[in-house]
């Protein structure tokens, strides 16, 4: 069975930076096709991809966010991390972490699916 | 950035009925397209992948349909713990956009 749990800090100031670890267990980032994403909820708003890393060390991040957000992955210890820089108000959310299943179509190129997520963890960004 | 819509936005519904969700994208994305559940507190939930096909372990009450830009999840016989929110997302370009979210409650 396949778990995963999101922590870091409730309350992060403006400019500052939020460390997110998403611990896991169920599977192993050694396997080939596994992959660990973070998604984030704006209260009141859509769910929003932020990032991926895969077994094999690959990254996927929206080009859409300008936080320089490096997702990082610590093998042995079944965990990744996720930084955003200097965070502002429209980064308070839930952000999920999920596994992410590595899939292939001809059409498409490569694409992650979520398949099992965590509950989330609420981040306010306020002063 | 491929834009979602889903409607209606929240659906009232009893025990036993039958509800038709639909999303809607804002450009071909062939049968990319992918249900989740979400309830209060919990994990989201991986329902259908590919427009139709049933992640294991679904009950096969719901359901999936449609390709291109207009697609529908079909939840046959409500069951109580089917009161919950529910979301599309397309995979078929980066970022892998979702839609807004259904709500289904109980009537």
Not at chain 1, 29 to 42: E, F, K, S, Y
Request: overall charge neutral.
């Amino acid at each position: 069975q396949i778990t995963l749990k999101e922590s870091g800090p409730t309350l992060v100031k403006p400019t500052q930076t939020l460390t997110l670890t998403c611990s896991f267990s169920g599977f192993s980032l050694r396997t080939t096709g596994a992959g660990v994403g973070w998604i984030r909820q704006p209260p009141g708003k859509a769910l929003e991809c932020l990032a991926v890393i895969y077994w094999n060390d690959e990254t996927w991040y929206n080009p859409s966010l300008m936080n320089g957000l490096p997702i990082t992955k610590d093998t042995s210890r079944n965990r990744v991390v996720l930084t955003m820089t200097n965070v502002n108000s429209v980064d308070t959310a839930t952000y999920f972490c999920a596994h992410a299943r590595r899939d292939f179509d001809v059409l498409t190129g490569f694409y992650p699916t979520f398949d099992s997520w965590g509950q989330g963890f609420l981040v306010t960004v306020s002063s | 950035d491929i834009h979602m819509t889903q409607s209606p936005s929240s659906l009232s519904a009893s025990v036993g009925d039958r509800i038709t969700i639909t999303c809607r994208t804002s450009q071909n994305i062939n049968r990319f397209l992918n249900w989740y559940q979400q309830k209060p507190g919990k994990a989201p939930k991986f329902l259908i992948y590919a427009a139709s096909d049933l992640q294991s372990g679904v009950p096969s009450r719901f359901s999936g349909s449609g390709s291109g830009t207009d697609f529908t999840l079909t939840i046959n016989s409500l069951q109580p713990e089917d009161f919950a929110t529910y979301f599309c997302q397309q995979t078929y370009s980066s970022p892998f956009t979702f839609g807004p979210g259904t709500i289904l409650d109980i009537k």
